[in-house]
């Protein structure tokens, strides 16, 4: 398959062609996924532990929300967060408390601060 691929030219004018390999980063044993986030624009919160995942969604209220235009999807949408926020206290290991929490947020006070920001 290889072959008649490049019989038919399938390789030729590829980016990098005829360059060196860029090998500076292999020492690193996670080099290939940091590479494929940067080279494809990744957005990388989705390899962190669950809470630093909602800490940083977190970080994000009101502001995040600025776009939405329904009081009662915003207020949805805190509600989630609040029960996703439970649902990973629930879920660390073993009963064990993690070093790292999220928290919850005061869906009545974010949208407050929400309303403040459509206005």
């Keep these: 398959m290889i072959r008649e691929a490049t019989e038919r030219g399938e390789f030729d004018n590829l980016p990098g062609m005829g360059e060196p390999l860029d090998l500076s980063d292999v020492d690193d044993p996670d080099w290939w996924v940091k590479r494929k986030i940067r080279d494809e624009n990744l957005d ?15 970080q994000g209220f009101p502001e995040s929300l600025r776009g939405i235009a329904d009081e009662d999807s915003v207020r949805d949408i805190l509600t989630d967060f609040n029960h996703r926020v439970r649902e990973a206290h629930l879920s660390s290991g073993a009963g064990m408390p993690s ?21």
């Design 44 to 58: 990388s919160s989705a390899l962190l532990p669950m809470p630093l995942q909602l800490r940083k969604e977190a």
């Design 99 to 119: 070093l790292v929490t999220a928290h919850t947020v005061d869906v009545d006070v974010m949208i407050q601060k929400w309303r403040m920001l459509r206005s």
